[in-house]
């Protein structure tokens, strides 16, 4: 098998560990409210789940940092006949690039605690650049408008021993693939280390990333600094027990 580029590991992760049809039903209940709206999904990646949604009718812009994320998502999409043009975007440049633009903004799969981290392989950087991104995805909103976006959930929050999720083997693409995955907290420095094992029809994968570890009410002062009115938690997320989700109101 052609080794796989990150982008490509990416997306069996995602098929691996998470059920497709589960996080299309819950992303369309979120955006159905909207849907003669603009919406935004900021964070699109490589379009896994969201294409599925365009494919169906959804009008969504789509937008990501990562110029091997999108080349994914294009081809993705492309493959799936969906014919849509992402933006390559970071999160403190949309209130100035797209300003009061979007009724409804997704950030999805915990993409915002890995802001500033995400291309890092240390455990640098403060909560400035979260803040930075909160506040420049805040501006892309109109008024009365709303952001939806998840955050690692506290209630997984291990200081003694990493957590480790060991997930069933599953067939991806007629390839068998099993995941695991090693989350550690580390208190001191508020941060938090993700080590992934990707075996995909014999082929090993490994890959590492930090982030900011931040408590939910932490960051639901940092939305309301920002703005946001009021925020409001969504209760167990559907297609990954350890999200918190939020839905902030401009």
């Given at each position: 098998m052609k080794p796989l580029s990150f982008p490509a590991q990416i997306d069996y992760y995602l098929d691996a560990v998470t059920?497709?049809?589960?996080?299309?039903?819950?992303?369309?209940?979120?955006?159905?409210?909207?849907?003669f709206g603009r919406v935004l999904d900021c964070s699109v990646g490589t379009g896994f789940?969201?294409?599925?949604?365009?494919?169906?009718g959804h009008n969504i812009?789509?937008?990501?940092a990562c110029s091997d994320m999108l080349r994914r998502f294009s081809e993705n999409?492309?493959?799936d006949n969906v014919q849509t043009s992402p933006l390559k975007i970071q999160w403190d440049e949309l209130g100035y690039k797209l300003p009061e633009s979007f009724d409804l903004?997704?950030?999805r799969g915990n993409s915002i605690v890995y802001s500033d981290m995400w291309e890092s392989h240390q455990m640098l950087g403060d909560l400035n650049g979260v803040k930075k991104a909160i506040n420049g995805i805040y501006k892309a909103i109109?008024?009365?408008g709303c952001l939806y976006i998840d955050i690692p959930s506290e209630k997984h929050f291990n200081f003694d021993a990493p957590l480790v999720i060991e997930h069933e083997e599953k067939s991806v693409n007629c390839l068998p693939v099993r995941v695991r995955e090693k989350i550690t907290h580390d208190e001191a420095s508020l941060k938090r280390k993700w080590d992934v094992d990707i075996s995909i029809a014999g082929d090993v994968y490994?890959?590492?990333?930090?982030?900011?570890?931040?408590?939910?009410?932490?960051?639901?002062?940092?939305?309301?600094?920002?703005?946001?009115?009021?925020?409001?938690?969504?209760?167990?997320?559907?297609?990954?027990?350890?999200?918190?989700?939020?839905?902030?109101?401009?």
């Open positions: 059920c497709r049809d589960t996080l299309v039903e819950s992303l369309e209940s979120i955006i159905k409210p909207y849907r789940g969201v294409i599925d949604l365009i494919r169906t812009v789509c937008s990501d999409a492309h493959r903004v997704l950030c109109r008024n009365d490994k890959f590492t990333k930090y982030s900011h570890l931040i408590k939910e009410n932490t960051f639901i002062s940092m939305l309301q600094q920002a703005g946001f009115r009021r925020v409001e938690r969504v209760e167990s997320c559907q297609y990954r027990a350890h999200y918190c989700e939020l839905v902030a109101y401009k």
